[in-house]
């Protein structure tokens, strides 16, 4: 990490790109009860914004994908692999926040039972929410295995990481050298939508976010 504290992208491999994609719909998001590292399936609609998602970014021609080792993430990534026919990485690190006691519990029901913490971490304050993992540690986790398979890649090539709404805003605001209780600015994910990061010479640059489709709402545990 730099003396501004952003993290490079160091000098070689010059133009690569990362793009951190969401997982498609559960019914826990419809639902809006908290996932964390629960390991939910893709709904049918989940499954076809995968599809649709995966036609798009295959046009990129991406060179390599990595994703959660959750179902909902590896669902997801499965759709790109058929079409790209890439080997997936499947990698615990690039879990979902654990939220401890909040996990399984709706939208209201965090509120209701935890409502200074949940107001806390909104504010920027580093909470364990429901007793679980700081948005630093996730990052700890989550950005070393996106540099890594980054690393890899050849000069303009492209790595698609596959993961969860919290874990891909951490990862984020850590390889743009956020500081942590700037990182709720950066707006949550829509299902099956993305972020794009790109090399620059001063390290990575946030090209995109939330693209794939026209708005939708935000459904998940870091809204």
């Known amino acids: 990490m730099s003396a501004t504290g952003e993290v490079s992208a ?5 133009g690569r790109r990362v793009i951190l994609w969401r997982h498609g719909q559960t019914a826990w998001n419809v639902e809006r009860r908290f996932q964390g590292t629960t390991d939910v ?8 914004q995968a599809r649709r998602a995966a036609r798009l970014l295959a046009s990129l021609k991406p060179d390599a994908i990595v994703a959660s080792d959750l179902r909902r993430a590896a669902l997801t990534a499965a759709e790109l692999a058929v079409l790209t026919e890439l080997q997936i ?6 879990r979902e926040t654990y939220a401890g006691v909040w996990q399984g519990l ?7 039972a935890h409502g200074d ?5 909104k504010r920027g304050e580093p909470v364990r929410r429901g007793g679980g993992e700081l948005e630093t540690e996730v990052a700890d986790r989550a950005a070393p295995v ?8 050849p000069d303009g090539g492209t790595l698609v990481v596959v993961s969860h709404g919290g874990t891909i805003r951490t990862t984020i605001g850590r390889l743009l050298g956020l500081e942590a209780r700037h990182w709720e ?6 299902n099956c939508c993305w972020s794009v990061l790109g090399e620059g010479a001063r390290g990575w640059r946030l090209l995109e976010h ?13 809204d």
């Open 10 to 14: 160091g000098r070689s491999g010059r």
């Open 41 to 48: 399936p893709l709904t049918e609609t989940g499954v076809a």
């Open 89 to 94: 990485t499947h990698d615990e690190g690039l």
């Open 106 to 112: 709706t939208h209201d029901e965090i509120i209701a």
């Open 117 to 121: 913490e949940y107001a806390a971490w």
């Open 146 to 153: 996106v540099l890594g398979h980054a690393d890899k890649l």
């Open 185 to 190: 600015s950066l707006g949550g994910l829509s």
């Open 210 to 222: 939330n693209a794939g489709t026209l708005p939708e709402p935000v459904l998940g545990d870091d």
